[in-house]
């Protein structure tokens, strides 16, 4: 069997153009153009970059955004206060706080100051204890996004066997809430994996679904796949490649090229997961202009 590839660049763009399209509308009725606020303390020059692409996509889709950049020695009150001011201003759809934050600053202390209807990365204890509750909330946007990929693939989680490796807050946990809900969409019967599994070829072979969230280059090998599975590969690594001029290259937590012989669908990496989160957020943004 050679899988089939699940093209996640194509299936964002095509979110991303939905969004546009509903913007306008929105606008059209009456709305308020949505508007995300990023605040970005410091200088690490790989989250520029993220934030960088998220305002490149909101405005892509017809929506503002500004970046709230703020120097390293910001005190914990002072971006509790930036936060506050955030909230109460209704020209401010969503809020998002750029991660990972200096080490003085307490993550969970301001994710928490972040008012749910405009937390549109959908990661603050509120969010994930209501998307715990199955009451609809922001979910964060990788998970979300495995979602809506499946979906938009005709590949229904119904009933299905799915098996997640990886459970951290950010993408493992929550996606597995969201696969458990009792919803179109999701209702699948979800075990999620981690370092503590024993025989874990012998619990991802039983997936109907197989997701890789790990960060561990091409971990997920062919022996550990059922034969037809639809796999998601949600890693992003960086390995050595002498042949590549910067001499590094991107690779997922699943060995690509022995999977694609066993299962029935695969997404790439780069090209899979990666461009849905984006397109995730701008959904949310859309959402909370809206009032979710
Ligand atoms: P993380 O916080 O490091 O969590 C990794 C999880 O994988 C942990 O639960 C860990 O188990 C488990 N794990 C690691 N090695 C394992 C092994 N050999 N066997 C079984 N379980 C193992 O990582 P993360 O933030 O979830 O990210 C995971 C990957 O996704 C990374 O490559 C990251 O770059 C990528 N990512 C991609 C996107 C995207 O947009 N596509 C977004 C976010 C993250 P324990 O809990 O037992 O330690």
Same mark, same amino acid.
């Given at each position: 069997?050679?899988?089939?590839?699940?093209?996640?660049?194509a299936i964002a763009a095509a979110v991303r153009a939905d969004v546009a399209r509903q913007v306008e509308a929105h606008i059209a009725a009456g709305g308020r153009r949505p508007h995300l606020s990023?605040?970005?303390?410091?200088?690490?020059?790989?989250?520029?970059?993220?934030?960088?692409?998220k305002g490149r996509a909101c405005e892509e889709a017809g929506m503002t955004s500004?970046?709230?950049?703020?120097?390293?020695?910001?005190?914990?009150?002072?971006?509790?206060?930036?936060?506050?001011?955030?909230?109460?201003?209704p020209s401010v759809s969503g809020?998002?706080?750029?991660?990972?934050?200096?080490?003085?600053?307490?993550?969970?202390?301001?994710?928490?100051?972040?008012?749910?209807k405009k937390?549109v990365?959908?990661?603050?204890?509120?969010?994930?204890?209501?998307?715990?509750?199955?009451?609809p909330?922001f979910a964060?946007a990788?998970?979300s996004g495995?979602?809506e990929?499946?979906r938009r693939?005709?590949?229904?989680?119904?009933?299905?066997?799915?098996?997640?490796?990886?459970? !951290?807050?950010?993408?493992?946990?929550?996606?597995?809430?969201?696969?458990?809900? *009792?919803?179109?969409g999701?209702?699948?019967?979800?075990?999620?994996?981690?370092?503590?599994?024993?025989?874990?070829?012998?619990?991802?072979?039983?997936?109907?679904?197989?997701?890789?969230?790990?960060?561990?280059?091409?971990?997920?090998?062919?022996?550990?796949? *059922?034969?037809?599975?639809?796999?998601?590969?949600?890693?992003?690594?960086?390995?050595?490649?002498?042949?590549? *001029? !910067?001499? *590094?290259?991107?690779?997922?937590?699943?060995?690509?090229?022995?999977?694609?012989?066993?299962?029935?669908?695969?997404?790439?990496?780069?090209?899979?997961?990666?461009?849905m989160?984006i397109a995730m957020l701008i959904v949310n943004t859309l959402a909370a202009a809206k009032g979710l």
């Amino acid at each position: 069997m050679t899988a089939r590839i699940i093209d996640g660049t194509a299936i964002a763009a095509a979110v991303r153009a939905d969004v546009a399209r509903q913007v306008e509308a929105h606008i059209a009725a009456g709305g308020r153009r949505p508007h995300l606020s990023v605040i970005l303390v410091g200088d690490d020059p790989a989250s520029h970059v993220y934030v960088r692409n998220k305002g490149r996509a909101c405005e892509e889709a017809g929506m503002t955004s500004e970046t709230i950049q703020r120097p390293a020695t910001l005190t914990q009150q002072e971006l509790l206060d930036e936060v506050a001011r955030l909230n109460a201003d209704p020209s401010v759809s969503g809020i998002l706080v750029q991660m990972p934050l200096p080490q003085h600053l307490d993550e969970l202390a301001v994710m928490s100051a972040l008012s749910p209807k405009k937390d549109v990365d959908g990661l603050s204890p509120t969010s994930l204890g209501l998307l715990l509750q199955g009451v609809p909330a922001f979910a964060p946007a990788t998970p979300s996004g495995v979602l809506e990929m499946l979906r938009r693939e005709g590949i229904d989680p119904e009933g299905q066997r799915v098996v997640i490796v990886g459970r !951290s807050v950010l993408v493992g946990r929550p996606l597995a809430m969201l696969l458990a809900n *009792k919803a179109p969409g999701a209702n699948a019967t979800v075990t999620l994996a981690h370092t503590g599994t024993r025989d874990l070829g012998a619990v991802t072979r039983e997936a109907d679904i197989l997701v890789a969230a790990m960060g561990r280059p091409r971990a997920i090998t062919a022996d550990m796949v *059922k034969p037809g599975a639809v796999v998601i590969d949600v890693g992003i690594n960086q390995i050595d490649d002498a042949s590549r *001029k !910067s001499g *590094k290259r991107l690779v997922g937590d699943v060995d690509f090229e022995g999977v694609s012989a066993v299962a029935s669908a695969i997404t790439p990496v780069p090209g899979g997961v990666g461009p849905m989160t984006i397109a995730m957020l701008i959904v949310n943004t859309l959402a909370a202009a809206k009032g979710l």
